[in-house]
Structures are given as C-alpha cells and as structure tokens.
C-alpha cells in the first residue's frame, strides 16, 4: 500500500544526489584571483594570450593555483591577497594597456565539480560590498539635442533644394520654419516631408506669418528617449571597464534610470569620476603618403592611432568632422552586396563638411577615431569610393553583422547622449557584506534548528520525517540558485528562511491529516495512505497562490524585490517536491514494508 516503484524512488534519489552536487560549490570558499579582460570588443582572449600570463607569472616566480581560459577573459587564482596584488601589477605591465587587469574571487571547487558546471551563486553587492549608483537620464536634454539638430537639417535641406524661406526658430517641442509665399512652402513641405519622417507636418498662419509647423511624432519621441538610455548604458560599461571591475552590474531601472553596482570598488570618488566622464569621437584622413620614421616617430603633421585589430595607422592631424554633428548611426546592410554595414546620419553642417571632404578625396581612406581620457582609438577607416552628399554616410567591409551593430552603438556611445543625475549613492564595506552574510546564515540556521526542535518533539518519528524532507528543500532550493547563476543578496536570504517556514506547513497539514485518519478508526498504513492523499489537493491549492504572488513579484518589481521573488517561486517548488515525494519516500521506507502495523510514532 505504501511503496514506491522502483523507477519513483531512483527519481528521488537522482534529484537529491543532483542538488547535492550543485550545492557542494558554495561551502569551498573563494580565493583571490586576477582576471584580464580585452579592452575592446574587437579583440579576444585566446590561447596567445593565455601563453603570455602563463610566462609572466612563471618569470615572477609567482606561486599561481589555476590559470585557465573563461570565455573571453583569462583567470588566475592565488592563495593569498598579497601575491594575488603582485601578480596584478605584474600583468599590468606585461600585456600594457589594451588589457584590463581586474582583481576577483574565485571560487575554490574542486575541478571534477566544475567541469561539471556546478559553480558557486554570485553574491550580491549588499553580501560582497561595493559602490551603488541609481542615475536618472535627463530625457529633457536627449529630445532638445534631437530638435536642435533637426534645425540645422531643416536649413541646410533648404538649401540645397533653393527654396526661400525667412528662418527656422523653435517653439517648446516645434519647430517653426517662416515663409515669404505660399509657392515656396508648398516645395519646402514636399520635400522636409520626404527627409524628415519622424517630423509630423501642418501647414499654418499665425499673425500673418506663413508657417510650415514640424513637430515630432510620439513614436519617434519615445524611439529618441529609448536610445538615450542604451547609449548610456553602452558608454558606462565601456567606463567601467577602467576601475577593474571583474562583475559590474549596470543595467536599466524603469524608463528613464540606470543602475550601476560595483562590487569590491570602496573609492566612492573615482567611480563618479569615471561615470561622468566625457568623449568624443574625430574624423581625419589617413596618411597612406608617408611611413613612420625611425624610432616609431610620426612624420610632421601627422599622428600615430591603432585601429581595433591593434595595427598602426598614420593618420593627419587636421580634423574633418566630430561626434557632435553625428545625429544616429544604425546598423544595417549594403545594398549592393548585402554585406553588413553601418548608417551614419549627420546634421546640417555635418553633412555639408562631410560632402566636401569626400569630395576632395576620392580613393583615400578616411578614419574614425574615438578620444576617451586623452587616448584616441581608431573605430574603422575605410576607403572613399565617391562624393557623399545628404549627411547620409554607409561604413562597409569585411565586417559581421555582430561588428556592425558594435561599431554603430561605439559610434553613438563615444560621450552620454543625455546628461546623467545620480540620485541614489550606497557604499557598502567589506566587512559589513561578510557581517551581513554571517547574520543571514544564522538566521536560516536558527530557524531551521527551531522548526526541528518543534517538529520532532511534536509529531515524533513523523516530525523528523518532516526535519528531512526540509533538509531536502533547502538543498534542492540552493542547487537550483547555484545552477542558474543567481545574484544571492539579502532579500534573498530572507526568502530562503522564509521559503523554510512556508514548507514545513505542508508537511504539518500531511501529518495531522494522519493523525484525524486514525482518530478515525484507520489502519496505520491507510491512514499515512489517506493523509497524503487527502492533503495533496490542498498543498497544490496554498501553494499555486503562493506562486501567483511570486510571480507577480518578479514581474512587476525591480532589483532586490526580483532577486526575493525568484528565491521565493523556486522554493515554492521545491517544496512541494520535498514535502510531498521526498517525505512520503522516508515514510514509505520507515513504515511501509510492514505488513501487520499496529502502530506509528506521529505524537
């Protein structure tokens, strides 16, 4: 009556030995380790590279753990802090400054346990200690830039068709283009009409001004708001990238804010500095005529740049264009050959330079280079086929459809597109993340050392059937946060030690199902039969609107409140696993091979 097949209880006891795998990781600790990362997205770490630290560390005579390959990053792992700080400065000056050397932790599982993918769970920058920044983006700023650039286009598109008109002013979130006739703002409008498509036009008079009224459409107001918030977003992470920090989290909050968590960065002041600081993005003519001279010095007028594949490129100091008059660049596809491209759309002076420099120099090669803290890096440079006219610019040639939309987000995200406004600062101390990591232990393990207590003296032999099947939830719950890579942070902790009391109630209903079945005048095994049967119903029924909560948590909240609901649904599952298979299973062992029961031991 209460047995298992033989399939059910291997089913079990996969699971568990499963869970048991992947919660092993989180109790061997961490060590310090270093992680070198590419510099820019054109590069890649490979086994070159890997070759190099290997050799730098080896010359040092540095005493290293593990040195081994990790996706595009290469990562060594040391006993202590102070060699781990030496074996930073030492890369540091091995690989130069086209690597970032980031100091990390990693975790000390054993190599059997990671080939097996089963890897520690992140901890959170309340657990680790770091810098917290929520920025807003000035939407404001990123719809004035857009319309005072679309004034510069409306006039220089004027001009080029010959068409009269008496100004263009602006008026709040319109644009007023004046006329002298009616013939005139009949052309202006058929053609603005076909240049500017985001603009919705109306034809109007007002004081006894002929007016061509251009006023953006939402969709493109809310397009232009979007790609403010993913510049910024780009153009942080490119930033951060220069504090050495291994795991950044920098990520959209809402419509408008941005957060930034920098675990193990304690300098409040640089992280600012860093965050806000500018770029700027130039411009020029390669110079194909001359070679570098001896000693690597750059011919006079000229300047020395490296491209992203890390040649040196002479390129002439007089500047064509900036970054300021780049209005969008997108990524697309050339439409000769269908090969990925990118679209550049420049404003009304940036287009009238850009047609005279393409003009002038036909079959020479043209660079595009991005300044950041004095460093210039050279994007593309590629070869003028013709004159480009129209402030519409392609950049094409042996590049991925990946490399194109980088190209063209680096091209947007050399500067903010909006200014940003840190409204939100948190600094968080290593201690009080090792402090907070310590209380939430103790508290799961106080909790869970109670509800033992109780269950045990209360239902006997079926109370620590109970303890065990949450032994078997915690375990299960841990292994499938450590599997799915989740931050851990403190509202997490909170849901572990409250998913514990909200398991243990389902076996609390099973167990006093039991004993009304044997009030009842059952049978011992009918009723342990009965009472899991019977209670079954009502556990899916508590615990599906418990997961209904959950979810709607993680759905509509943000943050620490996702990281709590994502804690909270899994061990809802895991609980009814637990408290219903895995405890009926113990029970089944205990009780069910007796044929003639007279009794149980459920207080």
């Known amino acids: ?34 992680q070198i990362l590419p510099l820019r997205s054109s590069m890649k770490a ?46 540091k000056a091995q690989l130069g400054d086209d690597y970032v050397v980031a100091l990390n932790l990693l975790p000390r599982s054993p190599q059997w346990l990671t080939s097996l993918h089963a890897l520690p769970m992140y901890l959170g920058l309340d657990l680790r200690g770091g810098v917290h920044f929520l920025l807003q983006v000035d ?51 058929e053609q603005l009409k076909q240049r500017f498509s985001d603009y919705e036009l109306t034809a109007k008079d007002q004081a006894g001004e002929l007016l061509l009224q251009a006023t953006l459409k939402p969709t493109a107001e809310h397009r232009i708001q ?39 960065v304690q300098d409040t002041a640089r992280a600012k500095d860093i965050l806000g600081r500018t770029a700027t993005l130039e411009v020029r003519m390669v110079d194909d005529e001359h070679q570098i001279g001896a000693g690597g010095v750059a011919p006079f007028g000229t300047e020395m740049f490296k491209d992203r594949e890390g040649n040196t490129l002479l390129v002439k100091k007089q500047v064509m264009l900036t970054g300021e008059r780049i209005n969008d660049a ?105 402090d907070n990591i310590a209380r939430g232990f103790n508290s799961t393990k106080i909790g869970f050392i109670m509800i033992a207590v109780f269950m045990a003296a209360y239902y006997m032999i ?42 243990i109630d389902s076996n ?26 019977s209670a079954f119903a009502t556990i899916v029924d508590s615990n599906i609107t418990n997961l209904i909560a959950g979810v709607a948590l993680f759905l509509f909240g943000s943050g620490p409140i996702k990281g709590f609901a994502v804690v909270l649904c899994l061990g809802i599952l895991t609980s009814m696993f637990s408290s219903v298979l895995v405890s009926r299973a113990i029970a089944n062992l205990v009780y069910g091979r007796r044929a003639r029961l007279t009794s149980i031991s459920i207080g």
Not at 513 to 523: C, D, T
């Open 330 to 434: 997108q990524p697309g596809f050339d439409n000769r050959n269908n090969e990925p491209a990118v679209h550049i759309n420049l404003d009304g002076v940036g287009a009238r330079k850009f047609k005279e420099a393409t003009r002038e120099n036909v079959g020479k090669r043209m660079a595009i280079i991005l300044f950041e803290k004095g460093k210039g890096e050279i994007i593309t440079a590629p070869v003028i086929r013709e004159e480009i006219g129209g402030g519409r610019v392609q950049i094409s040639g042996k590049m991925s459809t990946e490399e194109a939309q980088d190209t063209s987000l680096l091209l947007r995200a050399g500067a903010l597109a909006a200014p940003m406004e840190i409204v939100e600062e948190r600094t968080v101390g290593p201690s009080l993340g090792a």
């Open 226 to 264: 979007e790609s403010a918030v993913q510049q910024n977003l780009l153009t942080l992470r490119n930033r951060v990238n220069e504090l050495g920090v291994a795991e950044p989290v920098i990520q959209q909050q809402g419509a408008d804010r941005v957060v930034v968590q920098l675990p193990g």
């Open 139 to 189: 939407m404001k700023a990123a719809l004035d830039k857009a319309l005072e650039a679309a004034t510069g286009d409306i006039r220089s598109a004027l001009r080029e068709e010959n068409i009269a008109y008496a100004g263009v002013v602006r008026d709040g979130n319109r644009l007023l283009v004046k006329f002298r006739d009616d013939e005139s703002r009949s052309k202006a409008e």
């Open 508 to 533: 609390v209903l099973i167990n006093e199902r039991i004993r009304e079945e044997l009030r009842n005048g059952m049978s011992p095994q009918a009723a342990i039969n009965a009472g899991y049967d």
């Open 1 to 34: 009556m209460n047995r298992y097949p033989l399939w059910k209880n291997l089913l079990i006891l996969a699971a568990l030995l499963a869970g048991l795998i992947y919660t092993l990781p989180n109790f061997y600790g961490e060590s310090p380790a270093v």
């Open 46 to 91: 490979d086994a070159a590279l890997l070759g190099r630290v290997e050799d730098a560390l080896k010359t040092a005579s540095l005493n290293v753990e593990m040195v081994a390959l990790d996706g595009n990053s290469i990562k060594a792992r040391f006993a202590d802090t102070d060699v781990q700080l030496k074996a930073k400065d030492i890369l």
């Open 462 to 503: 079926f109370g620590t059937i109970s303890v065990l099947a949450l032994a078997a939830n915690l375990l299960l719950l841990v292994a499938l946060l450590s599997m799915l890579q989740a931050t851990l942070t403190l509202p997490g902790m909170a849901g572990i030690a409250l998913t514990l009391g909200m398991a």
